[in-house]
């Protein structure tokens, strides 16, 4: 999921904000972010989900803008653990990751299109 505002001031500047969440473990084919097998045990790492959530800071030029986004970014993950090369998996840790968030971009407006729907007879 993702979302924004941006609002143009008169002078041309944009301020803004933007957040997005990915859920990572949705479908349990693609859940494991990373393993790591030893002759002992089975160790992997499955993130739940990540965010960010950030301000925007650019000028907006005639059809495109500059900008930069700072902000803080968070997942959930759990550690598993199975011990030998049969076993139920059990979890070892949970826990949240913070971090710090930053990017600069710039972006293209597309063309304006009016589209005009038949009125109903």
């Known amino acids: 999921m993702q979302g924004g505002y941006n609002y143009v001031l ?7 904000v933007e957040a997005d969440m990915s859920f990572l473990n949705w479908l349990a084919a693609d859940d494991v972010a990373w393993t790591r097998t030893t002759p ?17 800071l650019g000028y907006a030029f005639d059809h495109w803008m500059v ?26 840790k949970m826990g949240t990751i913070a971090s710090c968030r930053y ?14 729907l038949p009125a109903p007879r």
């Open 67 to 92: 900008y930069a986004t700072g902000g803080f970014a968070w997942s959930l993950g759990r550690f598993l653990q199975t011990p030998g090369a049969v076993g139920a998996p059990r979890p070892m």
């Open 40 to 56: 002992d045990t089975d160790i992997a790492e499955k993130i739940d989900y990540m965010a960010t959530l950030r301000g925007r």
């Open 103 to 116: 990017d600069t971009g710039a972006r293209s407006a597309l063309q304006s299109t009016k589209l005009r």
């Open 10 to 16: 008169p002078s041309r500047f944009l301020l803004g």
